[in-house]
């Protein structure tokens, strides 16, 4: 052998008997070859040495009973074939503080926190290796120099597999993890990890998680056969995932939280437990050529105000919903498909948002529900061969254009209770039931559509509220072309085409003549008298300034109703209007009061109102402000868009800047004009801050050319407020109690946290909670005493 080949054997008398003594001996570069047999030491490797099994993998043990085995104080060194033993269950069996370790062919056996521990300025390069940690962790790297596993196995081992922490940074290519008690793969604190070619299977906690401000770049990174959630992506940090695939997993494959905006990208998902891809707390990102299939619960999930984009999704055979979307989410969909789910193929509901292109929907119940509160625009949707609706809106809005309905097993697009629906340019055909219903209690517009070939009407509208068809086809439907049931002027048919109905068409006041006096007979004397929405106003609390300024404007509208109806020219009048002033002080109430009168008038044809805020007009991409706002818009014709806190638009907010506000002001100033007979707008907010709304858009002054301002209530007022509420919940305040509340309303800081009625509400509400407690403690306690509140109900700081 050559001078820098030194050897270690436990013969007697043919080299060095210890495999340090070897190192300390031996010159910088040299290869110490080790003969089989088992070693007990704590290594240090001290010089820029090369140590491996002269008899291949196997043959050599190093073990050491406490302690580190392996240690490096030098700048590099490596071992090779070596099986490195510890049964200390405090040490590593293997620590990098500093220098470079190589381990090639190695196995690492270790029953502490750790098995492999690179820290500090330390590097571990690790190829074809093998760990085993029935108790702690396999590889924890916290150093920031780059260490690297290729071809890696971790099994059996009793936390989780690979571990990055603090500023940690590595790189993973085709290591296999298998039966794991925690975590595949954790990232935390601020580590990153580039991984490619790599499988994780049977772990006891999410196959990989990713926290904190960690990264992860993945190409083929695998997880298969784990009983809890896949991928687990909750940091701030960079998450970009290719190729990745998830199986047979109990719960999620990919959970992302925490306002992680992961882009996930060729990824396939088969057999996941309770969600396929799931996102959640205000989180984002993008979504592209991914596929979801065999799901025991929801393909896709999206909740909790997030805001992640989805392009060429395949979704399919989902146990309840191919795509759901709640709680203030919004999402964006192009391109995706929704493959015989035993539910929805698209479910939005609890106040859900979103925006979707060509989406297809084939099979389940029913291909798209909106429900609760939630408001959707749909362009290119296609619906197939569903088991009910093809498309179902209930207590909510949908824009609907460039739609295919085709075969439902019942309506094709049915309008439920306080659903306000657009179809636009789309085509219902075969459908069991109508081609479109619109419900009782419910509003909207098909325009340019065709429904053909139902078993039932084309269209059916059994709602009282606004409906207007226009420019439609109708036939070959077995019943009526269009059929109105209930009576009423705000159904509207223009221009329709209509041939091969096996019924005559039905609509408009002879159609409905019988139909409404069924109607008037059964009216009851309470619906007669129901409540004057100008006596209303005219009862609420103070605004004495506002109910003079509201009602010279409803006497305006009636002149010029009366002027048209003569034939005379209307004068002209402020149509939209900013109502100024502090929160509190009625303008909501005053806005939807103001829409029902106008209504009465027949100035607008529902007159009810749209209460919107930046956050419903304002989207998170790039040209989605405008197609929000339009949507919101659409909603409201026919009665009031009221605009809370409307001055936000013109300030910017959050992560959208300002641009989108000012895109979202264009657009109703463009609206504005091009229905200005069909709508009312009204902006609120404070005062001083409307000013500046007013002066953000050349033509937002001429639009809003009246102001009403609010005034705070007076202390008298307040106390007023609090014996209305009194009253409506059978409540008496007694007069020292009364006394009380006035001087703390003459007291009460009227500052920017100042609520007006909404203080007045609050202290009522205490009230009642303190007489509950008060009473509870008493034996006795008449009918009377369960009435009144005292001046013992008002809270202390109150008094």
Known sequence: ???????????????????????????????????????????????????????????????????VVVAVDTTSAALSGIAIVSTDEESPAVFVAQGQLGLTECTVDAVAWSAVFAAEAGTVLMRDCTVHNKVGAGVVVTARNGSALESCRFEGIGTSAVVVADDGALTMRACTVDKVGGNGICLNGRGSLKVEDTTVSASGKPAVAVEQQARITGARLSVSDVDGIGFYLATSGEVILEAGSVERVGAEAVFVAEGCKPELRGFRIHEAGTRGVHFAGRSGGKVSDCEVKKVAGVGVNVTDRSVPEFDQVFVSECATAGVRVSEAADPFFRRLRVLGSDGAGVEVGERGRGTMENVEVEGGEVGLRVAAGSRLTANGLSVRNTASAGVEVVDAALALADGAITGAGGDGVHAGAGANVSVVRSRVHNSTGMGCRFAEGSAGTAADSEFSGGKADGIRIDSRDAVRISSCT????????????????????????????LKPDAYGTSATAEAAETARAKASPRSAAASDPLVELQGLVGLDGVKRE???????????????????????????????????????????????VLAQLGVLRQGHLVEVARADLVAQIIGGTAIKTTEAFTTALGGVLFIDEAYTLSAGSGGSGPDFGREAIDTLVKLMEDHRDDVVVIAAGYS?????????????????????????????????????????????????????????????????????????????????DRQASRLAETAAVSAADLTLLTAADVEIGTR
């Open 1 to 67: 052998m050559g001078q820098n080949v030194i050897t270690v054997t436990q013969t007697p008398g043919h080299g060095y008997r210890r495999i340090a003594d070897a190192v300390a001996g031996a010159p910088d570069g040299a290869l110490i070859m080790v003969a089989p047999g088992r070693y007990s030491e704590n290594l240090v490797l001290s010089k820029p040495v090369t140590i491996t099994a002269e008899n291949g993998i196997g043959t050599v043990t190093l073990s050491a009973g406490s302690g």
């Open 474 to 501: 109708v036939r070959d439907n077995h019943g009526s072309g269009v059929r109105q049931t209930q009576p009423g002027t705000a159904i509207e048919v223009f221009d329709l085409i209509t041939s091969g109905n």
């Open 550 to 596: 509201v009602t010279s404007l409803i006497n305006l509208n009636k002149m010029a109703k009366r002027r048209q109806d003569a034939g005379l020219s209307a004068p002209p009048m402020a149509r939209h209007l900013v109502f100024a002033g502090a929160p509190g002080t009625g303008k909501t109430t005053v806005a939807r009061l103001y829409g029902q």
């Open 688 to 768: 001083k801050e409307m000013t500046r709304f007013l002066e953000s858009n050349p033509g937002m002054e001429s639009r809003f050319s009246r102001t009403i301002e609010f005034a705070n209530y007076t202390a008298e007022e307040l106390v007023t407020i609090v014996r209305t509420q009194c009253a409506r919940h059978d409540y008496r305040l007694d007069e020292e109690a009364g006394g009380v509340l006035l001087r703390y309303f003459e007291a009460i800081p009227k500052d920017g946290t100042f609520g007006n009625g909404r203080t007045a509400r609050r202290v009522f509400e205490r009230m009642t």
